[in-house]
């Protein structure tokens, strides 16, 4: 592909004090099979050496660029919609991954959907620790690769207490959908993506792919592990947000429900990344 080209794909990786593992990053994004691709690094003025580690690799279809000062995650996510020139846009954090064929199998879930009656596609994806061991693997609950109601998707993200489309690695979208669902929003920081793909799905339903096509670093230092702490409230936040939305409308079962499984579920998060940190030290 040229430098002037449009690419099929746009890849973006934001990213601020990440090159302890943006290198595996970029790797497994230039390892892809289908390689119709722009890759677009966005260093949000990391006083680290993210630079040196982008230098480190030569693929006319990466642009670096700097912010000249810190924007925070919500302002370069939405440089990064802003600087992508693809058809289809996916987000990939620093300290993420995606299996060679990711990019090929969800491009052909779009491209075959002509009629757009699609909003997203998503995939299962791996729980790694900053060893690259698999803690776990999830996806959609009890759910074949296929199409998934945009209202029953929902329905499953509340009443589960989380996001269970996945995280930014996991999903592909159109590009000309960022005009239908708007700008990234870090008002409740915790669901900042889920936030968005709630908005895109306001505009189609969701092809689920049960293959763990992305992976997920759970590590001390990840944005998801500092905000940790807050994510039952600001979930808890984000159903009441929600519960007035009509295209979905939530019931008060499912918004109880979901409330209590917030709760649940930060608390095993908590203990997940205890023991995370606990291996992360030891020899």
């Not at 945009?150 to 999903?171: D, H, K, M, Y």
């Amino acid at each position: 592909m040229s430098t002037t080209a449009v690419p099929t794909v746009s890849v973006c990786i934001p990213c601020y004090r990440g090159a302890a593992h943006l290198g595996a990053a970029i790797a497994s994004v230039l390892a892809q099979t289908f390689t119709d691709f722009e890759l677009v690094i966005i260093d949000d003025n990391s006083p680290d050496n993210t630079a040196e580690v982008v230098a480190g690799f030569d693929d006319p279809r990466i642009r670096y660029l700097r912010n000249p000062a810190n924007l925070g995650p919500e302002g370069n996510w939405n440089r990064c919609l802003d600087e992508a020139r693809g058809r289809y846009f996916k987000l990939l954090p620093q300290d993420d991954l995606i299996a060679p064929t990711c990019l090929e199998q969800q491009v052909a879930v779009l491209e075959q959907d002509t009629a757009h009656r699609l909003a997203l596609v998503f995939c299962a994806r791996t729980i790694l620790d900053a060893r690259d061991r698999t803690v776990m693997v999830r996806g959609y609950p009890k759910r074949d690769s296929g199409v998934v109601d945009a209202r029953s998707l929902f329905r499953q993200c509340v009443r589960r207490g989380t996001n269970v489309i996945g995280e930014p690695g996991s999903v592909l979208f159109r590009r000309e959908s960022a005009a239908l669902a708007g700008r990234f929003d870090a008002s409740i920081p915790y669901v900042l993506d889920l936030d968005y793909w709630v908005r895109l799905l306001c505009h189609g339903d969701a092809w689920y792919i049960k293959e763990p096509l992305a992976s997920f670093r759970v590590s001390v230092g990840s944005w998801s592990v500092r905000i940790g702490a807050r994510q039952s409230l600001e979930y808890q936040m984000f159903i009441r947000k929600l519960a007035v939305n009509r295209r979905f409308a939530a019931s008060g079962p499912d918004i109880l429900v979901g409330k209590l499984m917030a709760k649940v579920n930060a608390m095993l998060r908590s203990v997940l990344y205890r023991v995370l940190a606990m291996h992360a030290v030891k020899p």
